[in-house]
């Protein structure tokens, strides 16, 4: 068996290897470098910015953990940079020498269908090619949308690719975007000292979440003094050689020396010559797919970004799992009711399964156990008090159908909840499995016994 993909993002390269230990011929097309946005130009670098900013702020607060120390602390953005670069180059080695153990081709250029079973390649140094096989599998991801109000230059107005590859620490910045991005990226220049302004359409930040998990992260920014600007729409934006301004509806401006425009993301799907391989997208720019990850076309799959679903890379990788698995004869079909998520704000965000305003809407009955940080002794040992568990359960079953944390190490505790729901299991189940004292994940087990009212360190009502 033969299987191109086009792109060697998280989708594609964990495709690409799994395909080979499956014992295809494998060949990726990549235009850029491997490991696509995410390894590139999206969660490792952003979160090699968060561990730097979380090393300054824990610096900045050492007497507070009982250590003296008289020199200046202070951020050199050249070196974060830096730093972030070499973790970057270390996980793309990675991944080239993993290409090379498995025997997968890797081919450098751009490449786009010119029939159904043929691909032209532009390489970055030679001639054309004609490449074929018996499958392909697209997965060339998205990019950040450009927005007419919103003219990226680069200088004042910039992507999240700047914001990654600032060589110093701005004044002032403004971020269009409430959401993950905007989220994370406030959290990490306000740390570092820039003046944050957060601009967001919606009522509440980071509104693809439980709306108390948004109430806390809310005060937690405002607490870091983050200026928040919820509800509103950037009617205009002006530039000029020191600032840019936003002007706001209701009448209000807004001024800084960055803005940083985190909303919106496009489908790369251009120039991919889908037309001439009979593959179907929506109105989106999105292509197509069903459960098994097949397009119109039943010989090309699709996954990840491109496909217009979850934007996450570990979707995009149990994507390319479950293509390469449909490919080799082994039918699979994609299953989204446990994805968990991380949003590696300062507290972290995690969530999976429902949201409590989800039930709402559709009439569920639930019940509904929560446990503060603050209630935690290794959350005091760490200095880590803020945020909370917050465990939904159906209220006849008792089986979970959500988990949702804020709080520290949080995008990791996660699994945990993940793992029960992915068995089905009650929040009784939970609440009664043993765990180690003292841990943050006992945070878990408490907010599952607060679901049946039991929690032992919970104040009586």
Known sequence: MKILILGSGPGGYVAALRAAQMGAEVTVVEEKEVGGTCLNEGCIPTKTLVASAEAYATAKDLASFGIDFSGEIKPNAKKIVDRKNSVIATQVKGIRGLFK?????????????????????????????????????IAT????????TFPFDGRRIISSTEALDMQEIPDSMLIIGAGVMGCEFGCIYREFGTEVT??????????????????VIERELKKKKIKLHLGVKVEKVTTDDTSVKAYLSGGKELSASKMLVTIGRAFN?????????????DKRGAII????????????????????GMLLAHVASKQGLCAVSNIMGHKEKMDYTVIPAGIFTHPEIASVGLREHQLAERGAKYKVGRFQYRALGKAHAMGEISGMFKVIADSDTNKILGVHIIGHNAADIIHEAAVAMKAGL???????????????????????EDVMGRAVHVPKP
Do not use: C
């Open 101 to 137: 153990s498995w025997g997968v081709t890797l081919k450098e250029g751009r490449g786009s269908f010119i029939s159904e079973k043929e691909i032209r390649l532009i390489p970055k140094n030679g001639p054309e090619e004609t490449l074929t096989a018996d499958k392909f599998i």
């Open 141 to 148: 991801g998205s990019r950040p949308a450009s927005i007419p």
């Open 198 to 215: 957060l601009i967001e359409l919606m009522p509440r930040a980071l509104t693809t979440e439980d709306p108390e998990i948004s109430q």
């Open 269 to 281: 799907t251009n120039g991919v010559g889908l037309e001439h391989a009979g593959v179907e997208m």
């Open 289 to 308: 797919v069903n459960d098994s990850m097949e397009t119109s076309n039943k010989d090309i799959y699709a996954i990840g970004d491109v496909t217009g």
């Open 426 to 448: 009650t929040a009784e189940a939970l609440a009664e499995t043993v765990h180690a004292h003292p841990t943050l994940a006992e945070g878990l087990m408490e907010a599952a």
